[in-house]
C-alpha cells in the first residue's frame, strides 16, 4: 500500500500537465486546430497517458471551460453586487495572462462542437451571477423591481461582447477599462443610490496601470 | 455604346450572387472552411469570375462584414433612441432568414483574419449606434450624465453576447425575446421616464410568435 500515495500523486500531476498544455493550445489554435497528438506532444506526455484520463479532446474541453469559475479568483471575500462586480473584473484582469482563462474565452465561440445547447458556458455563468443577485436583491442593494435574471444574462452579454471586442483591437489589454466602463454605466442603474456610491470599481491589483 | 448598360448590369448581378454564394458558405462553415473554389461552385461561376470582382477571400468577407448596416432596413422611420432600439431589434429579427446578416454573425469570431484591429464591424456597429445616442441626448431623451459612448459599446456587447449565447441554446430562435429583454432592463435605466414609457420594443413584425 506504500506506492498508492505516490501513484496517485504522479496521477494528479499528470492530469494537471495535460489540462495545460490543451489550454495553451486551445488558446492559441482553437479547439478545431488542436489535435489530441499535438496535446500530447505539448506535454512530452503519450497518446496512451492523454486517453487514460480524457475520452477524447472534447472532455479536455469541457473540463477547462467548466472549471473557468474555479480559476476567478477575488483578491477579498464578498457578497451580493459587490460579488458580481469582483468576479467579473478578477476574470477581465486574469485574462490577462492565465493560459486556462485565455483558452475559455477562446472556446466560447467553437462550444457547439463540444458542449450541448443546454450545459455551456453563458449558462454557467448567468446561473453563478443569478445567484449572487439573488443575495443582493434580498440585501436590498438592487433597484426595486430589477429583474435578476435579465440582469445576470445581459452582465454575461456583456463581459462576452466586451472581450470579444476588447480582443480584435488589443489582444484583451483594454478588457479591465471596458469592463469598468459597462459597469460605470449599469451600476447607477440597478443598485440603489446608497449601493452605487458603496461599490468598489477597482482597476486590477498589482499590475502597473 | 449599346452594349454598356447591359455588361454593366450583368455585371453587378455577377458580384451580387458572389456575394450571396459567399454568405451561405460563410455562414454555414466559417472563414476558414471556405474557400474561394467553393465560392465559385456555389455560385455557379468560374474562378476567373471571382478574381475579376474580389481580390480575395478576405475582400468578399469585408464587403460582407462592412455592409451589415445596409441589411439592417428598420420597419419605420424613427429617430434617436427609438432608432437604437429599432435597429437592434430589426437586426435580431432578420438574422433569422438572412443569409447576409447570419454570415456577418459568423464571421465576428473569425474577423481578425480579414479584418484590422482599427477597423472591424464591433467598432463600425458602436459608431453607428453612437451617432443616434447623440440624436438621442440632444433631443433629451437619456438621462442627465448618461456616458453615450459607454452605452453605445454595451449595446453592441449585448447583442454580440446575446447572439452567441442565443445561438448555441436555439440556433438564433430566441434572439429577439433576449434582445428584447435587455432593453426592458436597460431603457428604464438610461432614459427619462417619458422616453422609456413611449419607446416601442416591439418583436418581429410579420413574424407568428
New interface residues.
Partial sequence: MVGRPVKQERAERTRAALIQAAAKLFGEQGF?GTSVVKIADEAGLTLGAVYFHFRNKSELAREIVFRQPEWVVTPRPSEGLQRVVDVSLTWACQLLDNPILQAGARL??E??QF?S??E?S??QWAEIIMDDLLVAQRRRELRAG??VQ??S??V???????Q??S????RRADLPE?VV??W???L???ATPATARRIELSECRGRPE
Same sequence: chains 1, 2.
Fill in positions: 478545431s466560447v465561440w462550444q457547439e458542449n445547447p443546454d455551456n453563458h449558462r430589477t429583474d435579465a440582469l444574462r445581459l454575461v452579454y456583456a463581459c462576452t461582447g466586451a470579444m471586442h480582443f480584435i483591437e488589443t471596458r466602463e459597462f460605470q454605466l449599469l447607477p442603474a440597478v
